[in-house]
C-alpha cells in the first residue's frame, strides 16, 4: 500500500502528468439530468375515489316508540330492579301518556344535535297504518334523499323469524305484525334504519332477505314484460340501506339498572353522557378520586365549543373514533358511511362506541354494512387517558372554580404523527393519525404544526396525496384559504401544490371559492422565497389549464402582469412555471392574448429564449406557442405580432436540447394552423421545384462546387433516406438487429421500415408518393423533403407570391423542413407531420386544377363550380377558397374572395386535424378545433394515415412531466446524495476501479515501454472501421464504422453490441467521445453533417437509448467534403470533450471552433479560425483555457478562449506544408504542442514560442496517428500496410505488418488506430474489416 502511494506522487516522466489534483466526486456530469434520463410525460392521473359522487342528506326522520308505559310485553321477564330510563327519563315517574310524549320529545332533541335541519315525525305506540302513513309521506317528501327510521320496540314483544315487528291495534289491546317487507316498500331507498329491541339482530337478517327477493323480483320482470310480476308497480331496490340493530339475532338488551333502558340509542344520540357513566362504573375510574355519576351531570360547557371541558371531550371523541373508522375499515366503506352523509357519518361513530360499551355487557350491536370489529382498537387507550385527565380536574374546577387545563391530546397525536414521518421506512402502513390530524386543522392553536406535518406527509408522494384526500382533508384546506395569516402562507401553498399535481380537477373548486386569489396574491409578494412563488405559479397554471372560468378569473386578478414581473427572477423553476403559467392563461383564449399584447409579453418573454437552463427555453416557446396559436380574428397587428414571434422562435433552431426543438416544433404548428392557406401556396410551390430539379447527392458528386448552399439559407444541404435505418449489415445478429430496431420504434412488420407515429414513405421517387395518397404513407418522404431543402432559392418563390406574402412563411417552412431532418427522431417526426398535413391540404386543394392548367399556380381566374378545387389569389394574400366538395349536394357556386375580405381561414376549410375530402359533411361555420364528422375508414379516398396528421392539440407533454416535480418528494434526500444508497455504493465502487487503473498504468508508462507489439485482441468488424475509442476504466472498446458502432470487450474478445447510429445515408461517423467515462459512460458520435448523437445503456444487456442529439455544427461546408488529394480522410467533424467543465470543442469543415456548454445546452462560443480551409484535429486544455486546432492547410493555431473572438487566436505555426493529421496539447501547466502532418513530420511546439522546439521524421502517406497522454509514445499508421510506434526520442520501438495467428497475413490499409488513455495499449482498424490491439506486454494490464 506504502508503495502505491508513493507513487500517487510521483511526477509523470511522460509527457502528461496524471490529473491527480480533480476528484471524481466532483467531475460534473453531462446529459445526466432528469429531462436526458425520463420520458418527457405526464404521470398517469390516479383514479380519484376521494370525491363524493353522491353527497347525500338524511332529510326526514321518524321515530317510531312503541313503548305502552306500565305494561310489559309478555315475552320477556325483567329483573328487580331493572333499567327504567328511556332518553334519560323514568317513563314511571309521570303519567303515561306524558312520559311517552316527553320521551319522544327528547329523543327528538337528541337527534336534532347531529342533524339540525331535518323534519322530524314522532309515531308514538302507533297502528300499522299510522306507520304506513308516516313512512310514504316521508319518503315523498325526501324524493331521492335519505329517511332514518328510528324503532324503540321496547313496550312490545321481540322481533319474529318470519321477519315482523310489533305495532298495536287501534284500542290498545292487542300487539299487531309489521312486516319489514311492506317497511322497505313504504320507506324505499336510501334508508337507514335504527333497531333498539331485543333480538334485533333478527330484522337485520330478515332484511336482507327480503332485499334479496326484490333483486330478484325485478331482475324477473325485467326479463320477461308479459310475467305479472312486471305488472306490479315495481319494488324499489334496497341496495342503499343502512342498518343498525343494538343486539345480535339471539341476545337480549342488558337490564343493568345502573344503565339506561335504550342503552343503544343513548350511544348512538347522546355518546359522551353515557361514554362518562360507564368509565365511572369500571374499575379503573376508582383511580380518579372524588367524581360520581352525580359531578358528571355538572361537567361545565357545550358539546359544540371547543375550548369548554364537555367540548372538548366531544372534539377527542370525533376525533379518535373518527380514526379507528379509518384504520379498520375498508376505504370504499369508510367513504360511504363516514364521508357521505353527516348524520350517518356521525351516527356510524357513536355505533363504534355501542360496540365497545354493549360488548361490556354481552351485548354485540350488528349493523348492516357490517364493520369490522373496533371495540378492542388500541385508540380506545387514547380516550380513556383523554377521560381520566379530564376528570380528575373536575372537583377541584366546580369546587374551586380553577381554571380547565387543555386536554395533551392533539399535541401528543401530532407527535406521533411526526414520529411516524421521521423514523419509517418507504413501504409501510398509512399513519394512524392521519384523521386526527385532519381535525387538529381546526383549531388555532394547532394549526401550523399539524399544517407544517400535512406538508411533510403529502410530500412522500402521489399515494400520501390520494390518502390525504380520501380522510376528507379537501373541505378544511379550501376553507384555510380564508385564513389571512401569513405564517399559514408557506404551508398552504405547498399543500395545494401537491393536491394540485396529484388531481387538478380541484381547479374549479378554488376558483369557486375565490382560492385563486390567495395564490394571485402569494404570487405578487415580493418577500415571500422564490420556491413558494414558484409553487404559488404552479398552481395557477392548473387553475388556467383549459378552464375558460379558471382563466377568466386570474385574469381579471392581474395574472399576466405579475407573471411578467418575474420572468427574470433568479430562480430558474420560477422562470419556467411563469412562462408556462403565461401559455396556458391565453391558450385559445384571446382577451389573455390581448392584454398580453398590451403588456409586450411577447417581446419580454424572448429573453427567456436564452436563457441557460433548457427547460426554461421550452417553456418560453411553449408561452409564445400558444400565444400566436389563437382562432380568434386577425388583424393586421395581431399577424404582425405572429410573424415577430414566428421570426424569433425561429433562432432556436439549432438549440442544442431536442426538448426545446420539439417544443419549437409545436409552437410553429400553432402558426401553421393559423396561416394554413398560405402555408399551402408556399408547399405547393417547393413541391413544384422540387420536382423540377434534380440533384446529385453529396456522395456522388465529382466537382465539389456544384453544390455550394445559398448562404442565408438555415438548411444543411444534405440528403436524408428512411432506408437507411435499415440498413444495418446482415452480420448483425437477431439479437442485436432486434436491438437497433427498437430504439428507433421502427415498425418491423414486413418490407422496408417506416417510423413509428405516422409510416414515413421509404419510396425515393417523389412523384409516386406524390401522385395519391391513397397508399398509407407520408406524401412528402424523408428524401423528398431533404431535396427540397436543398433546392429551395428564394428568388423563385418571390416570383410566385408577391413580396409581401413571402418572407415570413417561406422562412418557417424551411425552419420546419430542416427540422424535419433532425438528428433526434422525435424532432423530426414531429416536423414530418407538420410538413405532411400542409403538403396534403395543398394536394387535395390543388389537385382539380392540376387537370384544368396543367399545373401552373399562377392562375387566378375563379375555378368552375364543378372543378371541386381551389386557385390561389393573389391580391392582398388572401387565403385560397376551397369549393364545397360537391356543388350537387349543396348547390352553392364559389365565388371568387373579394379584396375587402379580413385574412382568415375559411370557416369549412378542414382544420388540421379534419379530414379534407369530407369536407362537405361539415356545417359551415366549422369551429376551429372541431374534429369534424366521425367517418368510417373506408370513405373514399381517405387513407388511415392521413387520419390525424397533426391535431390543434400537438403536444410535447412538457408542462406536464414538468408538474411531475411538485407531486415528486421535494424534501427528500435525492437517492445519490444518500451514503447507504446503492446508487452511491455503485459509484463509489467505480471510482476505485478508476483510481486503481490509473495506479497501475501508470506503474507500467513510468518504467518506459520498450516494445509494443504483442497482438491481445484482434476480430473482424461488422463494417470498416473508421474511429475506435477505449473506455478510459474498463475493458470496452468502441468501433465505428460509416453509421453504426460496434463494442468489444478487449479482455474477453468478445462481442458486446452492435447498434446503428440513426445517422443518413452520405454521413459517416468522424469522430467519438465518452463522456462521464469516470462514472456513468455515455457515448458521443459526431458525423461530417455537423450532427451529434449521445448514448446510453450500450455494451450492457439493455437496448441502447439515444440520450439527446443536436446539430452541433450547422453549416459543414459539402465543398470541402471533396478528399484532400494528399490524404484518406475528409476532415468531417472533429470533436474535444473537457469534462472538467462541461464544455465541447467542435468543429471540421467549417471557419469556426464552436464551443458548447452541455450543461446549458448551448452554443457558448464561436470562435473564428481565420483560415480557408477546414480543421481536421482539435485538442483542448481547460487549466490553461487553451485549444489547439490543426487545419487542413498545415497550419496548427493556438486560441484562447478567454478573449474576444478578434483576439483570440494567440499563435500561428506554419511549418507543417501539409494536412495536419494529429495536433496535441499535453495536460499540464508547461506541456508542449505536439503536431503531425500527413508527410510525416512530428513538431513539438511551446505555446509562448513562435518556432518548433523539435523535429521527428517519421513515415511518409501518414493514414492515421495518435499520440498516448501518459507514456512517451506516438504510433503511424500508413496506407502501405503497416504500423511504426516511436518513443519520444523518434526511435522506432515496434513496426506491425503482419496480424498474429497461423494464416498471418498482412495487415491491411490503416483506417484508424488509437491509444488507451491509461494503458500502453494501441487499438488499429484497418480496410480489410479488422480490429486488433497490442500492448507492451503479454495481457499486461
Not at 394552423?673 to 421545384?689: G, H, K, M, P, R
Not at 418557417?812 to 414531429?830: G, K, M, Q, Y
Not at 498482412?1306 to 483506417?1311: E, K
Request: proline fraction near 7%; charged fraction near 20%.
Amino acid at each position: 500500500m506504502k508503495m502505491d502511494a508513493d507513487l500517487l506522487h510521483l511526477p509523470s516522466v511522460g509527457f502528461a502528468e496524471e490529473e491527480a489534483d480533480m476528484n471524481d466526486w466532483e467531475l460534473p456530469l453531462a446529459f445526466m439530468k432528469k429531462r436526458h434520463s425520463e420520458k418527457i410525460e405526464g404521470s398517469k392521473a390516479l383514479a380519484q375515489s376521494w370525491r363524493m359522487k353522491d353527497r347525500m342528506k338524511t332529510v326526514s326522520v321518524a321515530l317510531v316508540l312503541c313503548l305502552n308505559v306500565g305494561v310489559d310485553p309478555p315475552d320477556v321477564v325483567k329483573t328487580s330492579p331493572c333499567a327504567r330510563l328511556e332518553c334519560w327519563i323514568d317513563p314511571l315517574s309521570m303519567s303515561p301518556q306524558k312520559a311517552l310524549e316527553t320521551i319522544g320529545a327528547n329523543l327528538q332533541k337528541q337527534y336534532e344535535n347531529w342533524q339540525p335541519r331535518a323534519r322530524y315525525k314522532q309515531s308514538l305506540d302507533p297502528t300499522v297504518d299510522e306507520v304506513k302513513k308516516l313512512c310514504t309521506s316521508l319518503r315523498r317528501n325526501a324524493k331521492e334523499e335519505r329517511v332514518l327510521f328510528h324503532y324503540n320496540g321496547h313496550g312490545v314483544p321481540r322481533p319474529t323469524v318470519n321477519g315482523e315487528i310489533w305495532v298495536f291495534n287501534k284500542n290498545y289491546t292487542q300487539y299487531i305484525p309489521l312486516s319489514i317487507y311492506d317497511l322497505q316498500t313504504w320507506m324505499g331507498s336510501p334508508s337507514i334504519f335504527v333497531y333498539d329491541c331485543s333480538n334485533a339482530g333478527i330484522i337485520v337478517t330478515s332484511f336482507k332477505q327480503f332485499a334479496l327477493q326484490r333483486e330478484q323480483e325485478l331482475e324477473v320482470a325485467a326479463i320477461n314484460p308479459s310475467h305479472p310480476l312486471a305488472q306490479m308497480p315495481l319494488p324499489p331496490s334496497m341496495k342503499n340501506c343502512i342498518q343498525l340493530a343494538a343486539c345480535e339475532a339471539s341476545e337480549l338488551l342488558p337490564m343493568n339498572p345502573d344503565l339506561p333502558a335504550d342503552l343503544f340509542t343513548s350511544c348512538l344520540t347522546t355518546p359522551i353522557k353515557i361514554a362518562l357513566r360507564w368509565f365511572c362504573m369500571q374499575k379503573s375510574a376508582k383511580l380518579v378520586p372524588g367524581v360520581t355519576l352525580d359531578l358528571i351531570e355538572k361537567i361545565p360547557g357545550r358539546l359544540n365549543d371547543r375550548r369548554t371541558p364537555l367540548g372538548e371531550l366531544n372534539w377527542i371523541f370525533t376525533a379518535i373514533t373518527d380514526t379507528i373508522a379509518w384504520n379498520v375499515l375498508p376505504r370504499d366503506l369508510f367513504q360511504k358511511l363516514f364521508r357521505q352523509d353527516l348524520l350517518v357519518a356521525s351516527l356510524f361513530r357513536n355505533f363504534l362506541l355501542a360496540e365497545r360499551i354493549m360488548r361490556s355487557y354481552n351485548c354485540t350491536p350488528v349493523s348492516s354494512p357490517r364493520l369490522p370489529p373496533t371495540y378492542m382498537h388500541a385508540m380506545w387507550q387514547a380516550w380513556d387517558l383523554a377521560v381520566d385527565i379530564c376528570l380528575s380536574q373536575l372537583p377541584t374546577i366546580i369546587e374551586e372554580g380553577t381554571a380547565f387545563r387543555h386536554s395533551p391530546f392533539f399535541a401528543e397525536q401530532l407527535t406521533a404523527f411526526q414520529v411516524w414521518l421521521t423514523m419509517g421506512v418507504e413501504n409501510r402502513n398509512p399513519p394512524e393519525q392521519l384523521p386526527i390530524v385532519l381535525q387538529v386543522l381546526l383549531s388555532q392553536v394547532h394549526r401550523l404544526r399539524a399544517l407544517d406535518l400535512l406538508g411533510c406527509f403529502l410530500d412522500l408522494g402521489p399515494w400520501a396525496v390520494s390518502l390525504a384526500l380520501s380522510v376528507g382533508i379537501f373541505p378544511y384546506v379550501l376553507k384555510l384559504l380564508q385564513s389571512s395569516a401569513r405564517e399559514l402562507r408557506p404551508l398552504l401553498v405547498f399543500i395545494w401544490a401537491k393536491i394540485l399535481a396529484v388531481d387538478s380537477s380541484c381547479q374549479a373548486d378554488l376558483v369557486k371559492d375565490n382560492g385563486h386569489k390567495y395564490f394571485l396574491s402569494v404570487l405578487a409578494d415580493s418577500y415571500m422565497p422564490a420556491e413558494h412563488r414558484t409553487m404559488a405559479v404552479f398552481i395557477l397554471a392548473v387553475i388556467v389549464n383549459s378552464y375558460s372560468t379558471g382563466q377568466e378569473a386570474c385574469l381579471q386578478g392581474n395574472l399576466i402582469a405579475n407573471c411578467l414581473e418575474q420572468l427574470s427572477d433568479p430562480h430558474p423553476l420560477l422562470r419556467q412555471w411563469v412562462a408556462i403559467c403565461l401559455g396556458r392563461i391565453w391558450q385559445n383564449f384571446d382577451p389573455a392574448r390581448w392584454c398580453g399584447v398590451r403588456d409586450s409579453a411577447h417581446e419580454k418573454l424572448y429573453i427567456l429564449l436564452s436563457d441557460p437552463i433548457p427547460e426554461v427555453r421550452c417553456a418560453a416557446v411553449f408561452a409564445l406557442g400558444t400565444f400566436v396559436g389563437n382562432s380568434a380574428e386577425r388583424t393586421d397587428h395581431s399577424t404582425t405580432i405572429d410573424h415577430n414571434v414566428a421570426m424569433m422562435l425561429a433562432q432556436l433552431i439549432n438549440d442544442g436540447s431536442p426538448v426545446v426543438r420539439k417544443e419549437l416544433v409545436v409552437a410553429l404548428s400553432h402558426l401553421v394552423v393559423q396561416y394554413e392557406s398560405n402555408f399551402c401556396t408556399v408547399a405547393l410551390q417547393f413541391i413544384e421545384e422540387e420536382k423540377n430539379y434534380t440533384v446529385s447527392s453529396p456522395a456522388n458528386s465529382s466537382e465539389p462546387g456544384n453544390l455550394t448552399p445559398v448562404r442565408d439559407s438555415p438548411a444543411i444541404p444534405r440528403l436524408r433516406s428512411v432506408n437507411s435505418y435499415t440498413n444495418i449489415r446482415a452480420v448483425t445478429t437477431a439479437r442485436n438487429l432486434n436491438k437497433s430496431l427498437q430504439n428507433l420504434n421502427l415498425n418491423e412488420e414486413g418490407g422496408p421500415a417506416a417510423f413509428s407515429p405516422g409510416n414515413l414513405s421509404t419510396s425515393s421517387s417523389a412523384s409516386s408518393t406524390l401522385g395519391s395518397p391513397d397508399n398509407d404513407e407520408y406524401i412528402l418522404s424523408f428524401e423528398t423533403i431533404d431535396k427540397m431543402r436543398r433546392v429551395s432559392s428564394y428568388s423563385s418563390l418571390n416570383s410566385l407570391i408577391g413580396v409581401s406574402f413571402n418572407s415570413v412563411y417561406t422562412q418557417i417552412w424551411r425552419v420546419l423542413l430542416h427540422l424535419a431532418a433532425d438528428p433526434f427522431p422525435e424532432v423530426s417526426d414531429l416536423a414530418m407531420k407538420v410538413l405532411n398535413c400542409i403538403a396534403y391540404k395543398a394536394m387535395m386543394n390543388a389537385r382539380p386544377q392540376r387537370i384544368l392548367d396543367s399545373g401552373s399556380l399562377t392562375q387566378s381566374a375563379p375555378a368552375s363550380p364543378t372543378s371541386k378545387g381551389t386557385h390561389i389569389h393573389q391580391a392582398g394574400g388572401s387565403p385560397p377558397m376551397p369549393s364545397t366538395s360537391s356543388s350537387s349536394l349543396t348547390n352553392e357556386v364559389p365565388k371568387p374572395p373579394t379584396r375587402d375580405q379580413p385574412a382568415t381561414r375559411p370557416p369549412y376549410t378542414p382544420t388540421l386535424g379534419g379530414q379534407a375530402p369530407h369536407s362537405h359533411q361539415f356545417p359551415r361555420t366549422r369551429k376551429m378545433f372541431d374534429k369534424g364528422p366521425e367517418q368510417a375508414a373506408e370513405d373514399g379516398d381517405e387513407p388511415c394515415g392521413h387520419r390525424n396528421y397533426i391535431s390543434a392539440a400537438l403536444q410535447t407533454g412538457l408542462c406536464d412531466w414538468s408538474a411531475k416535480y411538485f407531486a415528486q418528494p421535494v424534501t427528500k434526500i435525492p437517492e445519490e446524495h444518500d451514503l447507504q444508497s446503492q446508487v452511491r455504493m455503485e459509484r463509489q465502487w467505480r471510482f476505485l476501479r478508476n483510481a486503481r487503473v490509473k495506479r497501475q498504468s501508470r506503474s507500467i508508462t513510468q518504467r518506459g515501454v520498450s516494445r509494443l507489439d504483442d497482438q491481445i485482441f484482434i476480430n473482424r468488424n461488422p463494417g470498416v472501421p473508421s474511429v475506435v475509442k477505449f473506455h478510459p476504466f474498463n475493458t470496452c472498446i468502441a468501433v465505428a464504422d460509416k453509421d453504426s458502432i460496434c463494442f468489444w470487450d478487449w479482455e474477453k474478445g468478445e462481442r458486446l453490441d452492435y447498434f446503428y447510429n440513426g445517422n443518413p445515408r452520405y454521413t459517416r461517423i468522424t469522430a467519438m467521445e465518452y463522456l462521464n467515462g469516470h462514472d456513468c459512460s455515455l457515448l458521443l458520435t459526431a458525423t461530417d453533417d455537423g450532427a451529434l448523437r449521445v448514448w446510453k445503456n450500450f455494451a450492457d444487456q439493455k437496448n441502447p437509448e439515444m440520450v439527446t442529439a443536436w446539430q452541433g455544427l450547422s453549416d459543414m461546408l459539402p465543398t470541402t467534403r471533396g478528399q484532400p488529394s494528399t490524404s484518406a480522410h475528409s476532415a468531417g467533424m472533429v470533436v474535444d470533450w473537457e469534462q472538467e467543465t462541461g464544455l465541447l470543442m467542435t468543429s471540421g469543415d467549417v471557419r469556426v471552433i464552436r464551443i458548447w456548454d452541455t450543461d446549458r445546452e448551448m452554443k457558448v462560443q464561436d470562435i473564428p479560425t481565420g483560415a480557408d480551409s477546414c480543421v481536421t484535429s482539435l485538442s483542448c486544455d481547460s487549466q490553461r483555457s487553451l485549444i489547439v486546432a490543426g487545419l487542413g492547410d498545415g497550419s496548427v493555431r493556438v486560441f484562447d478562449r478567454r478573449m474576444g473572438p478578434n483576439e483570440c487566436r494567440i499563435m500561428t505555426y506554419r511549418e507543417h506544408g501539409a494536412w495536419v493529421v494529429k495536433a496535441h496539447l499535453q495536460k499540464e501547466s508547461d506541456g508542449h504542442i505536439i503536431s503531425v502532418s500527413v508527410n510525416g513530420d512530428v513538431r513539438f511546439f511551446e505555446p509562448r514560442t513562435p518556432d518548433s522546439v523539435n523535429v521527428l521524421q517519421t513515415v511518409k502517406g501518414l493514414t492515421a496517428l495518435d499520440i498516448h497522454p501518459q507514456a512517451n509514445l506516438f504510433a503511424c499508421g500508413s496506407m502501405n500496410q503497416f504500423i511504426a510506434v516511436y518513443n519520444a526520442n523518434g526511435d522506432v520501438i515496434s513496426n506491425i505488418k503482419y496480424y498474429d495467428g497461423f494464416m498471418g497475413q498482412r495487415i491491411g490499409a490503416i483506417s484508424c488506430l488509437a491509444f488507451h488513455p491509461h494503458w500502453p495499449h494501441l487499438a488499429v482498424g484497418s480496410n480489410d474489416y479488422y480490429m486488433s490491439i497490442y500492448s507492451a506486454e503479454k495481457r499486461l494490464r
